[in-house]
């Protein structure tokens, strides 16, 4: 089935280092104008359209079905799942996955369990039995928002802010602006106002968006290599069987190899000191977002938002996602993006390295399927890379390199069991520097430990 396309929106060391508005108020009698309701309108119209079966932007004209509040409650609705679950599905329902499927998904897992275990000496599950469900883009996006929503909640997060607040709460800071001055300007007491209550809505959209876009395009749990937590792997179905179609790949063997690069990623990143400081370093990236007032009002430059239509419209096309992210993107991220971008880059080296390893003996159009997923990565289009960028993630085909000439680099000093000594501590895990010469990894992690005090 074809999906239509949804709307493109926008730690040191590894290992250490909402309600509407009240009904009554300013402008609730009709005799002034509210200056925001041009530009939820125009808002309105830029989400209500682009989620196909969403019914419209909750707080905003169409709202959710059955007019639910953005912010949902306790047992009700969840709308970034519902935004993620209407991009995913395009509107449409999906058949289910055919039972046979599921069985010979279930019979390769197993297949795929006992060789990486065997290639790596990891265990496979974190706490019981692995598990792969076989499942639509719409299952796959209803189970993966609970993924990504502790990141996007960190992005919401502005500094000086207690943690238990409600993300849109101190939103103005950022900007400068304080609402409770009595002597300040009325029009930014207003932005910051607006920024407050749009915060959490944007979370939501995000998440939603973002994860329903990932449901498009992902093979399975693991495209994006981010800690999941529990032992149950997912494939998406229809889009592997599009993926062999459209590459005239076999079948079954695109299956074996989704089921051992998805076990591979598993076993990985259920190392326990690995899963903390991959954690740790998206986490931080994720909370270290600032809102730059200077850049954005640089691209704003004189838009006066009551001015009407046309200038709302202007507003539209200034806050395209590549500006945004360089207004919010600050120095902390900059620190850390190479510590992530490293340590990554060697998530994927090795797990390329073992699907290697084993792949070319036990699946018979290996190279042809390895090279039609490397062609595939390359092809990553710029509203995907951007859902990658503001995870902190850079999946480009010169980390994949970069991680691949590491991993090559201790094999050939120090054979395989020199590259299990990775996962044997916090302390293992290579450095920016060391994962560009693999050379000083092998000479620290043969420095005998420092005394003990």
């Not at 932005?191 to 915060?199: F, I, K, V, Y």
């Not at 062999?244 to 598993?266: F, G, N, Q, Y």
């Not at 640089?298 to 500006?323: F, H, K, N, V």
């Not at 090795?350 to 390895?370: A, F, K, W």
Request: charged share 20%.
């Amino acid at each position: 089935m074809s999906s239509e396309d949804p709307p493109e929106f926008p730690n040191d060391g590894p290992g250490g280092p909402y309600e509407p508005d009240d009904a009554e108020g300013a402008g609730a009698s009709g005799d002034q104008p509210d200056p925001s309701a041009g530009l939820f309108g125009v808002l309105g119209e830029m989400f209500s359209g682009g989620f196909p079966g969403a019914g419209g932007m909750p707080g905003l004209p169409g709202g959710f079905p059955g007019g639910q509040p953005f912010a949902g409650g306790a047992g009700g609705p969840d709308p970034a799942r519902q935004i993620a679950m209407a991009v995913a599905s395009g509107g449409s329902s999906e058949p289910n996955v055919d039972p046979l499927v599921r069985i010979e998904y279930e019979s390769l897992l197993r297949v795929a369990e006992l060789q990486i275990a065997d290639r790596t000496g990891l265990q496979v599950s974190q706490s019981g039995p692995l598990r792969l469900r076989p499942v639509t883009r719409t299952a796959w996006a209803t189970a993966s928002v609970d993924a990504y929503r502790p990141y996007m909640a960190k992005m919401a997060q502005m500094p000086g802010t207690d943690p238990g607040m409600d993300p849109g709460m101190n939103l103005g800071s950022g900007f400068g602006i304080d609402p409770t001055d009595p002597d300040g300007d009325p029009s930014t007491a207003w932005l910051s106002g607006l920024l407050a209550a749009m915060a959490p809505m944007m979370v939501g959209v995000t998440t939603g968006t973002m994860v329903g876009r990932l449901a498009l395009r992902s093979l399975g749990t693991y495209d994006l290599p981010i800690p999941r937590g529990d032992d149950e792997l997912l494939v998406i179905v229809p889009n592997v069987e599009a993926f062999a179609a459209d590459w005239s790949l076999p079948a079954e063997d695109l299956r074996l190899w989704i089921c051992l690069h998805e076990v591979a990623h598993h076993a990985v990143l259920g190392v326990p000191h690995l899963r903390t400081a991959l954690t740790n370093l998206l986490s931080r990236h994720a909370g270290a977002f600032r809102n730059d007032g200077s850049a954005l009002q640089d691209q704003l430059g004189d838009i006066d938002l009551t001015s009407g239509p046309e200038a709302l419209a202007r507003l539209q096309e200034a806050l395209d996602p590549e500006m945004v992210l360089g207004a919010v993107r600050s120095p902390e991220q900059e620190a850390l993006l190479p510590h992530l971008e490293a340590l990554v880059a060697v998530v994927i080296g090795y797990v390329d390295h073992v699907m290697d390893d084993i792949g070319g003996t036990l699946i018979g159009s290996y190279r042809q399927v390895t090279e039609a997923v490397r062609r595939r990565r390359v092809g990553t289009g710029d509203a995907d890379r951007f859902v990658e960028r503001i995870l902190g993630l850079n999946l480009t085909l010169e980390q994949v390199d970069r991680g691949s000439a590491f991993v090559a680099g201790v094999v050939e000093r120090s054979g395989t069991d020199g590259l299990g000594r990775l996962w044997a501590g916090a302390q293992n895990l290579p450095t920016p520097s060391e994962v560009d010469a693999p050379g000083l990894w092998l000479a620290r992690i043969d420095l005998p430990d420092p005394p003990q005090p």
